[in-house]
């Protein structure tokens, strides 16, 4: 505090301490369980009919019904599972790091869950100032020991994504969004 108050910049380590201690106050716990519940009532479908602007049903997902179904049955799954965990470290943080994880239903990879990991354990990975995936810091081996890291990789051709990167309220193009607490 005494750097702060000698008016020099804080140092980055005191405001990340800080949201921590924030999150276990009631008023700003309750004030932030308040601000994730804007999105609670979402709709999902394909957009609007602009060939016929009376149709409030708009656009289906997609012609064949098995896609449409698949598509919806992901979304839903997504917005219930996934959603709620890049809340959690996103809006506090300002960025959230994830692990996408798969099941195989009927011959098909259908997307499962999302792994969380605290946002302090991550960053982004570029490559030509163009994001490609996350390293994963603090990775337990199998003796229960801290220290490794993974690197988990964006989508790219035909290959499904394993990295999963939620920017809170990112400014100025930044690949890191600003906490929701600050």
């Known amino acids: 505090e005494t750097m702060w108050l000698s008016g020099s910049d804080m ?14 106050h009631p008023v700003v716990y309750t004030a932030l369980e308040y601000y ?10 394909g957009g609007p009919d602009n060939a016929n602007p009376t149709n409030e ?5 997609s012609l064949n019904p098995k896609v449409a179904q698949f598509v919806l049955a992901t979304v839903e799954k997504f917005w219930q599972r996934g959603v709620p965990l890049l809340q959690e470290s996103g809006y506090p943080y300002g960025w959230a790091p994830g692990e996408h994880m ?19 354990d991550s960053f982004i990975l570029t490559e030509n100032n163009q994001p490609v995936g996350i390293r994963i810091k603090n990775i337990r ?28 309220r990112p400014r100025f193009n930044q690949f890191y969004g600003r906490s929701q607490l600050l």
């Open 141 to 168: 081996d199998t003796r229960e020991r801290l220290g490794g890291t993974v690197d988990l990789w964006f989508a790219s051709d035909n290959i499904p994504a394993k990295a999963a990167w939620y920017p809170h």
């Open 36 to 45: 994730k519940s804007g999105i609670s009532n979402a709709e999902f479908w």
């Open 57 to 61: 049903q708009g656009k289906p997902i």
């Open 102 to 120: 798969y099941d195989d239903k009927d011959g098909l990879m259908t997307w499962s869950h999302l792994k969380g990991f605290h946002p302090n």
């Open 11 to 24: 140092p980055q380590i005191t405001l990340r301490r800080d949201l921590e201690f924030m999150q276990t």
